[in-house]
């Protein structure tokens, strides 16, 4: 079963408000500007480290995003307070026809 998946090519990079363990289910960003109004949409936290992580936003309430985390093979872990989140493509995505 196909799931859609939503992007924006207008999607500003943020940063989390606080930090996070690695059990949580959701995270604050500094702005969503830009970011889909669907849902899901995948965000990378850490964006182009070796600890990046992705996850998949699942709700938002302003700026608090419900998330699943630990997509693409990537591991939920904590993150500090001021680390860059970015609304990206992911290598799971499978592009059919023209």
């Known amino acids: 079963m196909s ?21 949580a289910t ?5 702005s969503t500007s830009g970011f889909p ?3 899901p949409y995948t ?3 850490r964006y182009d480290t070796s600890s990046e992580g992705l996850v998949n936003v699942t ?6 995003l419900t998330m699943v985390r630990g997509q693409d093979g990537t ?6 307070a001021g680390v860059a989140v970015k ?8 592009v059919t026809g023209k």
Request: proline content about 0%; glycine content about 6%; aromatic content about 6%.
């Open 43 to 45: 965000l990378a936290l």
């Open 59 to 64: 709700a938002a309430a302003g700026t608090t």
């Open 26 to 30: 959701s995270i604050t960003v500094a």
């Open 75 to 80: 591991s939920a872990t904590s993150h500090d």
């Open 3 to 23: 799931v859609n998946r939503y992007y924006s090519s207008t999607a500003v990079d943020t940063t989390l408000t606080g930090g996070v363990n690695a059990s």
């Open 87 to 94: 609304h990206v493509a992911s290598a799971k995505i499978i």
């Open 37 to 39: 109004a669907s849902y």
